[in-house]
Every structure is written in C-alpha cells, then in structure tokens.
C-alpha cells in the first residue's frame, strides 16, 4: 500500500515554467497551420487615439510572413523586448527592496506583528490579503509582483506553509484586479473604446469586489484552518514539516529609528505608487523611476555608501531572474500569435457564433470566449482594444447595455490571469510554488469565482446595469 502512494507521489510532475511556455509557443505554431490567417479593418479612434478594429471590415488574407523554424527561435527574443518595460521594472524594484531587506526592517516589523498578533495569526493573513486585494484594485497587476516574496515570508513566519503566502499575494491581488474598480487596464481601456465615462458604473464592480474577496477569504480560511489542524494536509507537505523544525527569527531584531524610517519610506511609495497609477496614469517609467530615488533614500537612511547599495541591489534583482525571463517567454506566445494573424481570425468565428442568440446565451459565450482568450493573450489592455469594438454593435443589435459588455469583458479576463500558466508563471515563479500545486490549492476558489461572476453579470443585465 505505501509503495504504491509512494509511486504515485514520484509520478507525473509538470515541468518547468520555461517548458510550458515553450510549448504554448509550439501551440501557436500548430494553430497557425489550422487557422487561417485574417484582419479586420484598423481605424484611428478619434475619443481616445487608439487604433481600434472596424468590425465591418475583416478579410481572410495570405500571410506574408508564415512562421519558420527559426522565427520561432527569434520569438523569445523578440518577446524579451516587447516584455523590456516589465522586466526592468520587476529587476529595478525588486532590488531597492532587497535593500530594505537586508536592512532588517521588515524582519524588525514581521517580529513585532508576530509578538502583538500571537495566536491571532490568521488575523495577519486577513490584512495582508486585503492589501493585496487593494493593490489589485488600483490595478498594480505586474507592478505587485515584487512583494510577492514578502507575503511568503510572513506566511512562513506565521506558522503557515509557502501556500498560504501565495494566496495572500495572488488571489487578493486576483480578486482586487478583477472586480475593475479603478483598474485602467481594463476597465479604463474598455469603457474609452465603447464610449462609457471613465470607472462609471462603480457600485456593481464594488458588489463584486465584495463577493470574490469572500470566496478568496473563505479559500483562505478553511486552508489555514486545515494545515494547522494537521500538516500533514499541506500541499506543500515535505517543505512545511521540515519548516515546523524550525525556527523563524531566531535573532531578536530592534526596531531602531532607521528601520522606522524605512518602513515610514516603504509605505509612502506604496502610497505614492497608488495615487500616480490612478490620479496621473503612471506606468512602468514612473513606477521604476519612484523606486530609483527610493533606493537613495534607503541609502541615506541607513547610511550605506554607494557601492554597497549597488551590490545590495544586485543580489535582489538576480532573485527575479527566472520570473523575468518567463515574462519574456510569456510575450513570446504572443509574438507569434501576432505573426500568425490568427487573433482577428478568432474574434471574428467568436462574433459569428452569437448572431442569433439569446441575450443570456451571448453573454456565456463572450464570457467563456474571453475567458479562454486570455490563455494566449495575457495583457488586459491589449485584449480589449481587439475585442471590445467587436462587442460594442452586437450590444447595440442585442439591446445589451455597453456597461454590461464591460463588467462581462474585465471578469472574462481578471479571474484566469492568475490561472492560466502563461500568466500564472510569472507569479508563482517569484513565491517558489510550482503551478501544479497552486491549481490544488486554487481550483475551487477559481471555479467558484467564475461561477459567481457569471451570476453578478446576469443581474447586472437583468437590472439594466448601465450606461452610467
């Protein structure tokens, strides 16, 4: 009986992120054969200055540049440029805080959360999941990765195994993101292309930040509540019996004004970084740009000289290396989707589907549609600008509010870009969890998520959700 649990815990295992990314670009390659390529119409919208599809012009066409054995190749080189603004800025922000690391501040400040919140411990993961979740509702999205690492270490400080960390992280950020409250790479996105005000309709997207923050908290809750019960249950099981040997901190760490300083700096980029993506639209630049002058402050507060800051610096960016370049494998995918000219193809076979259909049975479609889309194309902005003005008529034929089609849209993509492998990678690479333990953990909180998100845009129909 042991021999064969024991055979079936050393059987199949998923491979290596870089792996899976390889083969979604060989995916690609194979659908590029199947699909015939096609393009709609691309005119100049005069409201936002985007170039969006004209949904009455698409034209199957001969693909000029079919991909070759060694455009494949070039791919993930071509992807590691396109993914150049979220890769410095990963590097760059994950090495100014290594520095706060390495100064001991955040150790000082977990030890004092521990000592204040002892035998409250799940209280501790309550409130940095709901950081998360606020991070995901200003839309940090790939700006939150850096703290990644943080949440798992004070998952791992509070008891918990390496999972609880990842939850806190991914699925506050999951839930925050998804509901579109102040998100501008999606809702912000969607709404300009369809002609909606900027975040209106705010009231429902708050009903549905409540709901998925309950279906994330109750995930959370009942896995705690289940590994501390016995840790044997851990999915993550031969890591957090060896980590329950242990212990966490054993040097007494003081919180010195320094350290304060530092934490009072950290909070204020946070908060600084929160007010420029929503107030001033900043992006990459900004946000990279914020965190340079931040790692002369952390210089100055806790008088490190020059080179000392650079070798700090770089010993906390090469920790994100591998996240990194799965960032660039990850744009890879989409390189070659764009060389294929198979994304205006599918758009196009998805709106036939819905001429003719229920209002309820369009909705599924285009939500499961969107949903599956994002498998291949990870960038919320980027799906918008294709498929919203598809959608924005067929509202109109259907007698289907705009704001509706939004909510429709951001959920489509929000709740599987934590889920699919293409996006999820990145992320778990950076918490040290491999993808196939994280669907364990998450599939019931996900499926439940979409579930109720497909339910909140039936009302939202059935109420007359919009436009504004």
Known sequence: MNTGKNLFKRGFKLPHVYVILLFMMLLVVIMSWVIPSGAYERVLDGTTGREIINPDQFAYVENETPITFMNFFEAVYNGFVSGA?????????????????????????????????????????????????????????????????????????????????????????????????????????????????????????????????????????????????????????????????????EEELAMNIPRVLGLIAFVAVIVIQGVGAVGFSWSFPQIAALYVIFAFVLGIIFRMGPSRVCEIFTKGATRVFGAAFAIGLANAVVTLMNQAQILDTLVYKMSGLLEGQSVILTLLIIYVFVTLFNFFVVSGSGKAVIVMPILQPLGKILNINQQVLVLTYQYGDGITNSFWPGSAMVGLALCGLGYGEWIRFCWKIYTSMMAAAFILVIIANAIGYGPF
Request: some cysteine; charged content about 10%; proline content about 2%.
């Open 85 to 249: 603004s979220i890769m410095g800025t990963l590097f760059i922000c994950s090495g100014v805080i290594y520095i706060l690391e390495v100064s001991g501040a955040f150790g000082a400040g977990i030890q004092k959360i521990l000592k204040a919140m002892k035998g409250r411990e799940f209280s501790v993961v309550v409130i940095f999941y709901t950081i998360f979740v606020i991070f995901g509702v200003l839309g940090y999205g790939e700006a939150a990765y850096p703290f990644y690492p943080l949440a798992v270490t004070i998952g791992l400080a509070l008891g918990y195994d390496r999972v609880v960390g990842t939850g806190m992280a991914v699925v506050g950020s999951t839930v925050g993101f998804t509901c579109g409250m102040m998100n501008m790479f999606t809702t912000g996105v969607a709404q300009q292309l369809v002609g909606l005000p900027m975040f209106s309709g705010m009231g429902m997207r708050a009903v549905g930040l409540v709901v998925f923050y309950v279906i994330g908290f109750l995930g959370l809750f009942f896995y705690c509540k289940k590994i501390r019960k016995n840790p044997e249950k851990s999915i993550v099981r031969d890591e957090y019996l060896s980590q329950k040997t242990q212990q966490f901190g």
